[in-house]
Each structure stands twice: as C-alpha cells, then as structure tokens.
C-alpha cells in the first residue's frame, strides 16, 4: 500500500489540529522545556536500552575479562577466528606497503591522504567498494566551530557534557581543536557546503548544543564528503592501492608484537593474501548489524564489528563498547524503510516529535540518548505511541512544520534525500508528518586509543567509530563525521612518522591468535562462534534449518 493508511490519516488530523499554535509558539521562541541534569539521568536509567539489565553478560576471555556487555557483543568477542592458521603461509608476502589501512570510509581514506602526503606507499583493504561504510550515510552534518562567538572550548564543554563526562578529555581536545581546521581542509577539497547567499557558511543547531556549529551539504552530508575523500585518493593511485572486497580478518605481529600487517579474504576468489607493512590502521566503523536487543540500524551492510575483534584477539583493550547510541528518529513506517536515518537536522530546522494526540512531550533537541529514552517512555510508558499496520509503535515528526517556519520549499531544498525517500511511497514529507522510533545507530565505544590514535601496541591504529573514548557514553549529531577526519588525518600523520622511523618487522605470526583461540577453549565456552561474521545473515529460521554445511 502507498502514502498512509486511512486509520494513519485520521490520526495525523490531531497532528494537524495542534500545529497552528505550535508553529506560532515556535516563532516566538517558546519551546517545550528541557529536562534537567538529574531528570535526564532519571530518564536514561529507566527508559534507555543500555540501563537495561537483561540480555547483557560478563566477558570471559580477552582484555576486558569481566566487563559487562550486550550478549551480541559479548558473543562476538567471544568467537574463534575463521582462520586457519596452520594453513596460512606467512612466509609468502602478496602485497607491502609503509602503512595498510584497514576499512575505506571517511577514517581510512582521510588517513590515506595525510599519509600520501607525508611520502608513505599505502594500501587500503575495504570490504565493499571504496566509500562503503557509515561515512556516506551520515546525513544531517559535521561540527566545527567557525563562526563569530563560538570557539573549540565551547565546541570541548558541549562534547564532554554530551558524553555525561565520561570522554577521554585529550580525544575531545584534539576533536574539537582540529575541527576548523578540517572545515577549511574539506572546502579546499571541493566540497560544497551549504551556504548564505553572500558566501558564509550555514550553519544549525544540533542537539546538546549551545552554539549553532553545524555544517551540512543538504541531507547527504556524508556522501558529500566521502565524494570528495574518494576522488583525492583516486588521484593519488600511483601511491594509494585500494583492494575492494577484500576485508581484513586477523592482524599480523611481529615477533616484538608490533603490527606488521594482516591477513586478507577475497570475497569474490576466496582466496587469502597476506600483507605486510610497517603500521597498520583499523578504521573498520561500527557494529550497526549485530542488532543489539534486536533494534533495526541505519548501518551499512558491512558494520559487522569487525576491527573491534581483530584488534581484541591481538591483545588491545576497548573502552565504553557497552554503550549503543541509538538515534531518536528512525523510520518506522512504511515498512521499506524501517530503520531509516531521519536525520537531527529535521528536529535543527523546527520539526518537533508529537506523540498520538498530537501533543509535545519533550524538547526536540535533546541529546541523542535522553531524545530516545523520550520516545521510548511516551510509547512503552504513557502508552501514547501510534502503532503501523505492522504493530510497530512510535511518534509523529512533525516535518511538515518546516516549510511553515522557514518558507514553503524549505523540506525539499534542506532534506532532498529524505523527501525522495518517502516519495517514493507517496508520502510528502513537506506536507505530511513522518513515524519514527529509535533506531540503532552509532557504536559510543571501542578500540582503546590515545590523542593520535595510537593504540597499546606499536605500530598498530585505529580511527573513527571503531574507536572508543572520543565520544563517551553518547555522542552529539555532527561530532562522527568530524572523528572519522580528525582522527583518520592524525592516524596517517603519526603513522608516517612511525613508519619512517622503522624497518619492515622479521618474521610474521599469527600466534596471538592462536592463544585467544585457547584462552576460549579453556574459559568452556560451548559452541562459540566465528568471527569476523564479514557480512551480516538475514536468512530466516527455517532457511538456515535447511542449509547444509
């Protein structure tokens, strides 16, 4: 079926029927109150899915033995390699190169550049094409502060308030002390910002944010800067090797235990190759298709947590990997588009989240996290969710007030994605509000690093949402897209610098591995799995009962 159902239609009458008021409260500058501190520590810990005690367990093996983890991360952690490593010859070497990265989105191809730059040979090994990852679907912008009574302390203080100050305080620093700087970076790249007709940037509010610091390129903001990213490093062939289909699956070491390299698949041949280099850098994104406590994701197909495992075998630690951010605002209805980004920047430009009588129940931009635990509650709690044909529940976004507040076309200039998203279905967003409820979106923690991306053991990176610490326990619209620059430029300048100051490693090993794979064995895990998954399985029960092998 098309557009809304004729129960749906009614409903959007109430939607409807309060809007005027609304919007004229809205142009006042009257808004519905914010919670306070200690209401919105209320809320998470009763509402929000990473309070919750049940499908949750502590780790057995590894690093982070004892922590307390979503079974889906724990299971993960807790697999065997897919490898094996008796059968793998590392004394034949396929491809060197002065430092490998790992995963090809923002991170990994930011890294690529600044390490080409500094005079280094890289190869970049990604699982899909180059630009598939969570960089080109992150839509509503990337924070920075450029403009007139801003500046990187009032950028630091929203970062660390926002992350309920469990931030690392020297990643926040460098996140938003390099943020003008990789604004001006991405501009000089030809990246094409939105702008005021006299040639100034525009720039919104984000939620938890007390400046307007929010740079957009329309609602495809990420697939605007990973264009960009991608030609440069195309430019640059001669230096930069890029295999597709070809993700990682273990690290190599040295017999120091520095990286030297790793292991490749070839999804297409399925043949191994083995990689050696000088530094290597894990920019594998996040862990979207685990579906924690079985949420829908705006993840790519390949966000499998993958670099988290590697890393994890070879003995680093990881920090704040409990903590899931799940977006207040993703699609719930039609069907084909449950999960789906809506992204803040709806909420930035007026829109405001009603629930089934038409009424406010929260201000639209609150952090990510208490956003969500907000909808949870008016949906679970108050029991005034609106519930789809396919007895999901959510909330009305009420979208259609933007073009009221900001001028009729306004939808369709700032959010053309968004709007073709749901054309398609023949619902006009300008006109018409959308059904959201949270959605799982973003991986808080990881890959234990320092300011330069350094991780506990020499030579090895890591860069973007694989990593942990920059964001805390939640993380700020805006502040991803930043992380995977700033952190992939600084992992490729510090890289070069290490790589510069070391010879290819001797001999390579997989022993690490083979010692994880005893450690599960005498931990008497039953039946553990096999990781990395690569690629999530969407076959239904009685498909797998039938599949052989």
């Known amino acids: 079926m098309s557009g809304y159902t004729p129960a749906l239609k009614e409903l959007i009458k109430r939607v409807e029927a309060t809007r005027a008021a609304r919007v004229e409260k809205a142009r006042k500058g009257e808004h519905f109150p914010a919670l306070t501190m200690e209401e919105r520590q209320e809320w998470l810990r009763k ?15 590894g690093p982070n033995k004892g922590l307390e983890l979503p079974e889906e991360v724990a299971r993960l952690l807790e697999s065997k390699s897919r490898l094996d490593t008796k059968s793998i010859d590392l004394s034949r070497t396929d491809y060197t190169a002065d430092l490998l990265v790992i995963g090809a989105g923002g991170a990994g191809t930011a890294a690529a550049l600044a390490a080409q730059e500094a005079g280094l040979k890289v190869i970049v090994s990604t ?41 690392q305080p020297g990643l926040v620093a460098a996140l938003t002390n390099d943020a003008p700087l990789i604004i001006h970076w991405l501009e000089g790249l030809g990246m094409m910002f939105d702008k005021l007709p006299d040639g100034r940037m ?4 984000g939620g938890g944010t007390c400046r307007k610091r929010m740079h957009s390129s329309g609602d495809m903001t990420g697939a605007e800067i990973m264009r960009v990213l991608r030609d440069e490093a195309r430019n640059r062939d001669n230096d930069i090797k890029v295999l597709e289909f070809s993700p990682a699956v273990e690290i190599l070491l040295d017999e120091k235990g520095h990286a030297a390299g790793a292991v490749l698949y070839n999804l297409e041949t399925k043949e191994y190759y083995n990689v050696r280099a000088k530094s290597v850098l894990i920019a594998t994104g996040g862990f979207g298709r685990l579906h924690i406590q079985g949420f829908p994701t705006t993840n790519h197909y390949g966000a499998t947590a993958d670099g988290i495992v590697m890393a ?24 084909q588009n449950v999960g789906l980004l809506i992204t803040e920047k709806v ?40 519930v789809t044909p396919t007895g999901r529940l959510g909330v009305w976004l009420d979208s259609p007030m933007i073009d009221l507040l900001h001028g009729e076309g306004t939808v369709r200039k700032e959010l053309p994605a968004k709007y073709i998203q749901f054309k398609r279905y023949e619902i006009d967003i300008s006109r018409e509000p959308m059904l959201i409820y949270p959605t799982l979106h973003y991986q808080n923690g990881g890959i234990l690093i320092d300011e330069w991306a350094e991780t506990s053991i020499e030579g090895l990176f890591s860069a973007g949402e694989v990593a942990g610490g920059v964001h805390g326990r939640n993380r700020l619209m805006g502040n991803s897209l930043l992380d995977v620059l700033v952190f992939g430029r600084r992992a490729g300048l510090k890289a070069s610098e290490y790589a510069k100051n070391h010879k290819m490693g001797g001999k390579a090993t997989l022993s690490h591995v083979d010692d994880f794979n005893k450690e599960i064995d005498n931990a008497g895990i039953k039946d553990p799995g096999v990781s990395p998954i690569l690629l999530p399985d969407y076959a239904p029960d009685h498909v797998r009962e039938r599949q052989v092998g």
Do not use: W
């Open 47 to 61: 509402y929000h899915p990473d309070y919750k005690k049940d499908g949750r367990r502590k780790l057995k093996v």
């Open 312 to 335: 994890y075998r070879a003995g680093v630690k990881l920090q704040d990997i409990d903590s899931t951010q799940y977006h207040p605002t993703g699609a719930i209805y039609p069907e």
């Open 347 to 386: 909420r930035g430009l007026g829109a405001q989240i009603l629930n089934t009588d038409g009424e406010q129940f929260c201000f639209p931009l609150e952090p990510r996290d208490v956003e969500s635990a907000c909808v949870i509650r008016e949906c679970l709690e108050a029991g005034k969710g609106v």
């Open 202 to 205: 525009k720039v919104r509010h």
């Open 127 to 167: 699982k899909l094409r180059h630009g598939d990852s969570n960089t080109v679907m992150a839509e509503g912008g990337i924070q920075g502060a450029t403009q007139e009574g801003d500046s990187p302390y009032f950028h630091y203080l929203d970062v660390i308030g926002g992350g309920h100050f469990s931030n």
